[in-house]
C-alpha cells in the first residue's frame, strides 16, 4: 500500500478497524525504514494512533510511549479527526505466559524468560467496546482478544473517550 493511503484505510467497527489496521505491516514499512526487516520494524518502530470517523482511520500521532499518546489523545493535545468514534493503536511490545492460578504474568512481560516479541492492535469505541490483535513475531500466530484484556495499556484505551 502507498504512504498516501496508509492513513486512509477503511473501517466499519472495532474489530474491522483492527482487521484493517492489521494491514499496517507492508505501509509501516515503506513510512519509515522501508527495506528494515519485520523483526527490525518490530524492534524500533513508534506506536501510532488512529482516530475513526465513518469509514475511516486517521493516522493522527506516533510516538514511542502508548501511554504519553492516550494521554494526549485524551487530554485534547491530539485533534481528534471531525466524527471521531474510536481510537486505535499500533504497538510493538512483549508477551509473556500467564499464570492460571493468578491470571497475571510474573514480573514485566519483557523480563520474563519466556518473552515473546509481539505486535498489538486495539481498537476502543466512545461506547467502551474494545477489540485487540496480538501477533507473535516467532510463530506468526495470531490471538484476538474481544474486550477482555487487563493490565496498565487496557485501562488506559478503555480511557481513552474520557475527559
Known sequence: MSKGKANKIEAADVRGCVDLLDTVRGWHAAENNEGASLAELWAFSPASLHGLTGTHADKVGAGSDVYDLLDDWRGGEIA????????????????????????????????????????????????????????????????????????????????????
Request: glycine share 10%.
Open 80 to 163: 481528534r479527526p471531525e466524527g471521531c468514534y474510536a481510537v486505535a493503536l499500533v504497538t510493538w511490545g512483549w508477551a509473556a505466559p500467564i499464570d492460571p492460578a493468578t491470571g497475571e504474568t510474573e514480573g514485566a512481560p519483557s523480563e520474563h524468560p519466556s518473552r515473546r516479541r509481539v505486535r498489538l492492535v486495539s481498537c476502543v469505541d466512545h461506547d467502551g467496546r474494545a477489540f485487540s490483535r496480538i501477533h507473535f513475531a516467532d510463530t506468526g500466530e495470531t490471538s484476538d482478544d474481544e474486550g477482555e484484556a487487563r493490565g496498565p495499556l487496557a485501562e488506559a484505551m478503555a480511557a481513552a473517550f474520557t475527559r
